[in-house]
């Protein structure tokens, strides 16, 4: 569970706009409905990312600035101990080992529960197809059912598919991950999860809460103190 969706974020905001175009007519209303097209007026974004898992509960905070790529964590450090550091992802090649393989990894993890739809759409390689509606898989009712699938060679998760169940307002409201290709026995075969507690936090609309199953177990993450600061503020905008 730790190391799902573990994908680099250091890509232009100006592909994902370019990206959107390619996507089916319901990703590119995914999109906006998220708030994304205003992705580039945020300038400092930091967030709380939260796991409960049976016999684990991981807490970590990011502040991140997405022009310039400069994260600082605000966690423990591997032997349990509180830290906080901060780092330019140009210059992570100069980091320390628990910095490249340990801080780095989670950040992206944390980061694409944050702005999935951004994420999938700064990812080119990755397929989507509008399948139509189906019955929801966890709840009652049925929404639009939207596939990102990855190729089984290249990119971060190769074989990995993701099933989205958009509502008709764009957003989702649940979706289920199927591990595939080369090293999923670091990530869960069948994670299911809700997508619930709305907000703005500026310009973006935030998912703050999925629970649901990893490979039957019993999972929740959610997010908690996210705000943004805009290009020429300088006060922070909650999330509401």
């Given at each position: 569970m730790i190391r799902?969706?573990?994908?680099?974020?250091?890509?232009?905001?100006?592909?994902?706009?370019?990206?959107?175009e390619e996507r089916p007519p319901i990703f590119q209303q995914m999109f906006k409905a998220y708030g994304l097209e205003s992705f580039d007026q945020v300038?400092?974004?930091?967030y709380t990312f939260n796991l409960e898992f049976p016999g684990l509960n991981l807490t970590r905070s990011w502040e991140w600035?997405?022009?310039?790529?400069?994260?600082?964590?605000?966690?423990?450090?591997?032997d349990g101990n509180p830290m906080k550091l901060t780092y330019q992802r140009s210059q992570?090649?100069?980091?320390?080992?628990?910095?490249?393989?340990?801080?780095?990894?989670?950040?992206?993890?944390?980061?694409?529960?944050?702005?999935?739809?951004l994420h999938v759409s700064w990812d080119g390689s990755a397929k989507v197809t509008d399948e139509g509606m189906q019955k929801l898989p966890l709840g009652n009712g049925?929404?639009?059912r939207v596939v990102v699938k990855y190729p089984s060679e290249g990119g971060y998760a190769p074989g990995d598919t993701w099933e989205l169940y958009v509502g008709a307002d764009n957003r989702i409201e649940e979706f289920v991950y199927h591990g595939g290709g080369p090293?999923?026995?670091?990530?869960?075969k069948l994670l299911m999860a809700t997508w619930a507690d709305y907000k703005k936090v500026g310009p973006l609309l935030i998912s703050m809460d999925h629970r649901?199953?990893?490979?039957g177990m019993p999972t929740r993450v959610f997010l908690s103190n996210v705000s943004v600061k805009l290009t020429g503020s300088d006060s922070w905008m909650n999330a509401q």
């Open positions: 799902l969706l573990a994908f680099t974020v250091s890509v232009l905001v100006l592909a994902a706009a370019s990206h959107a300038e400092k974004i930091r600035e997405p022009k310039t790529d400069l994260i600082t964590y605000d966690g423990k450090d591997k992570l090649s100069s980091q320390s080992d628990f910095v490249k393989n340990e801080i780095d990894p989670a950040f992206s993890i944390d980061n694409y529960w944050l702005l999935f739809v049925s929404a639009e090293g999923t026995q670091q990530r869960p649901g199953t990893s490979d």
